[in-house]
């Protein structure tokens, strides 16, 4: 059990250019969770897959955000046209239900800074 | 819709003294989840402690026990004997329980310090 990981770790890039995040779940969780945390605030929910399939995308999640699971693995979050207030940490979790219990496990994050 | 509020910005607590983080929450949820996560200054989110909204005993793990009081809706956070590596940022979250998605609504946080 290696953990969750996430791809890069910190990603600078300037107003208007495309981004893309990589997430790597735990191998058998089938439950992947994307949030957005920015300063001084709890992380907020972004989407949700359970494998393959897009469930839930929160309205946080505009137009310019895409996010995929193409075989129930890692997962991709890709930000368009990326603007100053799109400046956050990206967070990915993963998790399986057990004992009725969804015990969710992080990942270290992606920070983005939009100059 | 689920409401975690967290009204203690930040804590300073002598070493090896027990400290009480608050968390209150708001749901129309019949079943539901309860979740503490300790975020260091690195980042990541570390799971610490759950609660069922049906469990009839307080949740505990090692230092930390969950105070829970479903009448009044608090959640508290308890840890005995506090170390200088327990200086983090305090979360608490909840879920709602057999609803599909069940994903996390966090508070704004506490920030942690112990002093030496």
């Known amino acids: 059990d290696t953990g969750v990981s996430q791809d890069p770790r910190h990603k600078i890039t300037k107003r208007g250019q495309n981004v893309t995040f990589r997430c790597d779940p735990i191998?058998?969780?089938?439950?992947l969770y994307w949030y957005r945390q920015t300063l001084g605030q709890g992380p907020e929910f972004l989407t949700y897959?359970?494998?393959?399939?897009?469930?839930?995308k929160s309205r946080l999640l505009s137009d310019r955000f895409s996010a995929e699971r193409p075989k129930g693995s890692f997962s991709t979050l890709e930000i368009q046209r990326t603007e100053q207030g799109d400046s956050a940490m990206y967070l990915c979790?993963?998790?399986?239900?057990?004992?009725?219990?969804?015990?969710?496990?992080f990942g270290p994050g992606t920070r983005l800074t939009v100059l | 819709a689920q409401k975690i509020t967290q009204t203690q910005p930040g804590m300073f607590v002598q070493e090896k003294e027990a400290v009480t983080l608050d968390c209150t929450y708001d749901?129309?949820?019949?079943?539901?989840?309860l979740f503490w996560y300790k975020q260091p200054s690195s980042g990541e989110m570390i799971f610490l402690i759950y609660?069922?909204?049906?469990?009839?005993q307080n949740a505990t793990e090692g230092r930390y026990s969950l105070n829970f009081q479903k009448a009044r809706k608090s959640a508290n956070l308890v840890i005995s004997a506090s170390q200088l590596g327990d200086s983090a940022m305090y979360f608490c979250?909840?879920?709602?329980?057999?609803?599909?998605?069940?994903?996390?609504?966090f508070g704004t946080g506490t920030r942690l310090t112990i002093i030496p």
């Open positions: 979790a993963s998790s399986r239900i057990q004992q009725g219990v969804n015990e969710q496990f």
């Open positions: 191998s058998e969780h089938n439950r």
């Open positions: 897959f359970q494998n393959e399939a897009q469930l839930e």
């Open positions: 749901t129309s949820d019949p079943s539901y989840g």
């Open positions: 609660q069922g909204s049906y469990d009839q």
């Open positions: 979250a909840m879920t709602p329980r057999y609803s599909g998605n069940e994903k996390l609504t």
